[in-house]
């Protein structure tokens, strides 16, 4: 199993580039950030310092969308980036949450969201692309290579997953859940004559290590509101009888609202409605051996990344307790001599 961690933005740029740096000495594979232009400082740019002055390290948005950035500009960062780097990025894609909502817009069509990922993962894997009945392709681009990993809930972006992105991004840690995602994913991908098996199965969620269950709830909450914006926009397109799992239609009927400018804070005050059962199911809360645990449903039902939410205030001894006391038991064991 691969650990990645989830960072936002937040001034000074420097500390999400020493938190990254801290990732990748703990262990970690994966840097991703959030992609809201407004909420918090531009991401693009500070991939290129993460990248500067680290080894190995991969970034990329968790998740991007097709209607705030010009899909051609994306792939051109993402080119520029690999060909500086060494194809050291990944990209995460999803209709849009907070990005165009702040904007008073609205998430992209599934149709969108499906021909951005192949216009990008074209173009920025060196290949020509039509975009607007013209063939476009970077001339400048000759060893650039991106994965796009697709961001769903509903079935029918569920079903896009399958069918389009190169992984699946659930933002969720509840196993039965994943499961029933998962399954949805894979199968989707089989009808479409492709190998679900060559799909990277990636689970985002808060993690946080203590032994203070009110306060690690009270700082994991938010996640909860987060998640609610995405199925209430699920329960409003397809109603409470679809084939959904009833947790998520069950919990956000006291839902009343969101406030965007609190969006993925631990301080956000409108997710009362986020009861501590769904906390603990969405998050991974407590001791390291209740992580791996956890860890260890999630890698058995075919989860092959846990990227941590890192909004919390015990981000450093989260890494460390992760890099020390879980990752190690999560990872492929080898011995020198057997």
């Known amino acids: 199993m691969d650990f990645g961690v989830v960072l936002q933005t937040n001034p000074p740029a420097w500390r999400t580039v020493g938190l990254a740096k801290q990732a990748e000495e703990h262990g970690f594979d994966y840097v991703w950030t959030f992609d809201s232009h407004l909420l918090w400082q531009e991401p693009y740019v500070i991939y290129s310092a993460i990248l500067a002055e680290t080894n190995r390290i991969i970034v990329g948005p968790m998740v991007t969308n097709p209607a705030t950035r010009d899909w051609t500009v994306t792939a051109s960062v993402f080119a520029t980036l690999n060909e500086m780097y060494g194809n050291r990025t990944v990209l995460g894609m999803g209709r849009g949450d907070s990005a165009v909502r702040v904007l008073n817009g609205r998430p992209t069509t599934l149709k969108e969201m499906r021909e951005a990922t192949h216009v990008i993962r074209e173009l920025a894997n060196c290949r020509p ?71 990277t199965f990636c689970v985002a969620a808060p993690a946080y290590v203590g032994d203070n269950r009110e306060h690690m709830l009270d700082q994991c909450r938010w996640f909860g509101g987060m998640v609610g914006n995405h199925v ?24 009343t609202g969101y406030d965007y400018n609190s969006h993925g804070k631990a301080s956000n005050d409108h997710v009362d409605f986020v009861p501590d059962e769904i906390v603990e199911r969405f998050c991974l809360l407590g001791t390291p051996e209740e992580h791996v645990a956890k860890l260890e449903q999630l890698k058995a039902i075919g989860v092959d990344q846990f990227a941590v939410y890192l909004q919390h205030d015990n981000k450093e001894e989260t890494l460390r307790q992760y890099g020390e006391h879980v990752m190690p038991l999560l990872r492929d064991q080898v011995v020198a001599k057997s």
């Open 129 to 199: 692309a039509i975009v607007n009945g013209t063939t476009l392709q970077f001339p400048w681009a000759r060893s650039s290579s991106l994965e796009v990993w697709v961001a769903a809930y509903g079935p029918m972006a569920l079903k896009a997953a399958g069918e389009t992105g190169d992984g699946f991004i659930l933002q969720l840690a509840d196993v039965d859940v994943a499961q029933w995602m998962i399954t949805q994913v894979r199968q989707a991908a089989a009808d479409a004559g492709r190998d679900p098996d060559a799909l």
């Open 232 to 255: 209430a926009d699920v329960v409003a397109k397809y109603g409470e009888e679809a084939d959904f799992p009833a947790v998520l239609v069950d919990y956000i009927k006291g839902r």
